[in-house]
């Protein structure tokens, strides 16, 4: 899923441009609305099938999506009201960020201690949410880092 907002975070798209584009993709299937929204004041969208997600994904080139991946994460801490809410999802798009610099051989020791940081904190909330496996999980991708 993502947000008209973070579209508009991630691209050098006004916020008209990023609208019309996306009514585009709905009128082509491609993607759909969500009658609400996991951010406030905001709309959501999701891809209508996992393909076209991961085709539209694969085409950028790493550096991009690692870009995108971190504008991405620092839209949803400046946008989520919650933000411990979303610290799995910013544990993904830091590691992601940060990942994808280190297999374009760039160093980026600043980001993967920022990914690491919130994988903590995502696994500590994932400990008090007794949802011990997930807590496991991200403590190995901080590891992994």
Same mark, same amino acid.
């Given at each position: ?30 993607i759909?609305?969500r ?18 997600? @991961? ?5 950028l ?15 949803? @801490?400046? $946008? ?7 610290? $799995?999802v910013?544990?993904?798009?830091? @590691? ?9 051989? @760039? ?19 994932? $400990? ?18």
């Open positions: 899923m993502f947000w008209l907002g973070s579209l508009v975070a991630t691209s050098e798209l006004s916020a008209a441009e990023a609208a019309a584009a996306l009514a585009r993709l709905q009128e082509r299937d491609l759909e609305e009658p609400t929204s996991s951010v406030a004041g905001e709309r959501e969208f999701a891809y209508t099938h996992a393909l076209i997600r @991961e085709v539209a994904y694969t085409t080139p790493k550096a991009s999506r690692s870009a995108n991946h971190l504008r991405f994460a620092r839209w949803i @801490e400046q $946008t989520a009201q919650d933000t411990d809410e979303f610290l $799995t910013l544990a993904h798009h830091y @590691e992601h960020a940060w990942r994808y610099k280190f297999e374009t051989g @760039e160093k980026a020791p600043d980001l993967a201690r920022q990914a690491i940081a919130v994988m903590h904190r995502a696994a500590a909330r994932a $400990t008090t949410l007794r949802t011990f496996p997930e807590a496991r999980r991200l403590c190995d991708r901080a590891l992994a880092i």
